[in-house]
């Protein structure tokens, strides 16, 4: 499969009196199908691998490469793009809008992107709620859902452009161990299923367990 | 997009009723305050302008030159330093000489009405009672043509001054006060001693008390012959079919010639510069209205941001830009100021109207005056627009530093 996101040799280091490394020397490919579980202490430094994974913050050194092109030369508005049209994030609490119910959430990327019309919109938005389980639920507001449904409206919202990549912060940390297999089986689905590259971080084994790779890390740095 | 964006900005909005509802508060009663203010100062401003030029001659020529007439040897070297002592002016008969010409040449220019007139001061006597009055000499069918009096005529007409040359046309207030009616007869004493009866054959009204109670119009012929004058007249009034153009003319005219030719700007300066004055007050506090009513939006959108911090955030990572989410905290602006103008606007439409029944007495005036009020659509384009800027601008701050949110850090404290 294409290789989805790259890393080489990536460090992010935080300027200021007391200079704080949050990731160093990272590499790391994942191509398009698989699924890679990164897991490691608290504070260790896995969502600022994945910030970096998702153009949402810059390497101190090191590249990026996304869908095989470098990302060095981006810029604010290049980077917001990219994240648009090949990445969806996935965030530990859901981080729904709360003004706008479910399906209004999952169709705020394709409104921003602008391909399709408002009809085609709100069906796909439909559709893929409903592939989650969530058809009843399409236009109740964030406070109205339970966590488990919460973060499905979440992982549809970061499908809704159809990305290359996913990224998921710790999606089943909020959760239950019933809406949390059920969560695990979805983000798997992703990679397995639809071909998208996933990066998941977990604390959970069982769920590292299923990934088709583990990625530890310890201080910034990936374990070998 | 834009759409998607406004969207977001009413919901953010509607989310925080109470607080948006208090800062549109703010921008309605801004932008009627502004508006009705304004309307009432314009359409006053106006009024008074309005009554100046049509009321007034636009132009005067009056028998009076702008710089005393050089001595020759000034006039032979003109960079000299000349200096005559005990110099007595020629007694000169006053007027305007060859004023028929003068007029001639008038009225070559097109649009321009011109009529001579012999002013002077006159005493009125009837039935024991005397009052001094201003006494004008006129040609009444081209003195119609430049003056509105006709418009104010109550009793009779001017025109009939020229059919009947001991006619008199008076004010009503005069002859009031003088137990005066149309038909009495009225001896009227001149500055040379020449006595004379004329005949009350018109009044007129024109609400202006000092005017109604102190001018008389007679025909020109009679006033040079009482005056001792004959074939003199002092002013030519002048109408212009674009008042705006009397200040130039009236230099032209001056040039061409040399008898003091004032235009109704100069003659009112004073007035003009008061108005203006006037005007600058009035926008500084009507603006300070508004500004209040900035800082009640920028006082919610700040909140909205502050408290909207996660949800920047998480539209970043959606991919929207830095300028989507300035383009969002200015949308609120925008909402704000333009539901604000909507009602602001009605509310002032609201208040202009009970403006205008607003009735009282102006010194000076015997007419019971309204407020005149401008309600041209530049008003409701001026206060619109300025409310809205005001908007805008208390928007942008706030807009400004919801585009620099960065997600990351955000994220990390939330995460
Ligand atoms: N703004 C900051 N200033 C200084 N240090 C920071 C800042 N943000 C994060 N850190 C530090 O960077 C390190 C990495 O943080 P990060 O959130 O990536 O860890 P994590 O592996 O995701 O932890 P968790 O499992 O708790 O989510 C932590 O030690 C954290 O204390
Ligand atoms: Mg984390």
């Given at each position: 499969m294409a290789e989805a996101i790259r890393l080489e040799h990536v460090t992010r280091r935080l300027e200021g009196e007391v200079p704080?490394?949050?990731?160093?020397?990272?590499?790391l490919r994942i191509d398009g199908g698989e699924c890679v579980a990164i897991t490691g202490p608290s504070g260790s430094g896995k969502s600022s691998l994945l910030?970096?994974?998702?153009?949402l913050d810059l390497p101190s050194e090191g590249r990026v490469w996304l869908g095989g092109a470098d990302t060095a030369g981006y810029g604010e508005v290049e980077r917001s793009e990219a994240r648009l049209r090949t990445i969806g994030f996935v965030f530990q609490s859901h981080f729904l809008l709360p003004e706008f119910s479910a399906c209004e959430n999952v169709m705020l990327p394709m409104r921003r992107l602008g391909a399709y019309d408002d009809a085609t919109i709100r069906e796909r938005a439909r559709v893929l709620l409903g592939g989650l389980g969530l058809e009843d639920q399409r236009d109740k507001g964030p406070r109205q859902l339970s966590g488990g449904q919460s973060q499905r409206v979440a992982i549809a919202r970061a499908l809704?452009?159809?990305p290359m990549l996913v990224l998921a912060d710790e999606p089943t940390g909020n959760l239950d161990s019933v809406?949390?297999?059920n969560v695990q089986r979805t983000v798997l689905a992703l990679a397995h299923e639809q071909g998208r590259a996933v990066a998941v971080v977990t604390h959970d084994p069982d769920f590292a367990a299923q990934a088709d790779r583990r990625v530890r890390i310890v201080d910034g740095r990936i374990q070998p | 997009m834009i759409r998607l964006l406004v969207d977001?900005?009413?919901?953010?909005l509607l989310a925080r009723r109470r607080q948006s509802i208090v800062s549109l508060l703010g921008v309605v009663l801004g932008v009627s305050f502004f508006l009705s203010i304004s309307a009432m100062m314009r359409g006053s401003e106006q009024d008074i302008i309005h009554r100046l030029v049509d009321n007034a001659p636009h132009i005067t020529i009056e028998d009076d030159y702008r710089n005393p007439t050089l001595q020759p040897v000034s006039q032979l070297f003109p960079d000299a330093a000349v200096q005559l002592?005990?110099?007595?002016p020629q007694t000169e008969t006053r007027g305007i000489r060859g004023y028929a010409q003068i007029l001639d040449f008038l009225r070559r220019t097109p649009g321009l009405r011109a009529s001579a007139v012999l002013s002077g001061q006159a005493l009125a006597s009837f039935a024991g009672k005397d009052r001094a009055i201003g006494l004008y000499g006129?040609?009444?069918?081209?003195?119609a043509q430049v003056s509105t009096i006709r418009r104010y005529m109550v009793r009779g007409s001017l025109d009939e001054l020229e059919a009947n040359p001991n006619g008199i046309v008076i004010g009503d207030e005069l002859a009031r006060r003088m137990s005066l009616s149309m038909g009495d007869n009225l001896r009227i004493a001149s500055t040379t001693g020449q006595v004379r009866t004329f005949k009350i054959?018109?009044?007129?009204?024109?609400?202006?008390?000092?005017?109604?109670?102190?001018q008389a119009f007679v025909a020109l012929k009679r006033v040079q012959s009482m005056l001792d004058r004959p074939n003199r007249i002092n002013t030519i009034v002048i109408k212009l079919a674009d008042p705006n153009a009397a200040r130039t003319e009236a230099a032209r005219i001056e040039q061409r010639v040399r008898y003091k030719t004032v235009s109704w700007q100069e003659r009112s300066e004073d007035l003009m510069s008061a108005l203006a004055i006037r005007s600058v007050i009035m926008y500084a506090v009507v603006g300070a209205v508004l500004v209040v009513a900035a800082f009640g939006i920028y006082n919610v959108i700040s909140t909205v941001v502050l408290e909207k911090q996660r949800d920047i955030a998480i539209l970043r990572a959606m991919g929207f830009q830095a300028r989507d989410i300035e383009g969002m905290f200015l949308a609120q602006g925008a909402l704000i100021g333009a539901v604000g103008n909507v009602f602001g606007i009605g509310l002032g439409c609201g208040l202009m109207a009970g403006l205008m029944r607003i009735h009282f007495r102006v010194p000076g005036s015997t007419d019971v005056n309204y407020l005149a009020i401008d309600w041209s659509l530049f008003q409701f384009v001026l206060a619109g627009g300025v409310a809205m800027l005001a908007a805008m601008i208390a928007a942008y701050l706030p807009a400004r530093r919801a585009a620099k949110v960065e997600p990351v850090d955000v994220l990390r404290g939330g995460t």
């Open positions: 704080v490394t949050l990731v160093s020397d990272a590499s910030y970096l994974m998702g153009l809704a452009n159809d809406a949390s297999r | 977001v900005a009413a919901r953010h002592r005990h110099v007595v006129i040609v009444a069918s081209e003195y054959i018109g009044l007129f009204h024109t609400g202006r008390s000092d005017f109604d109670a102190g």
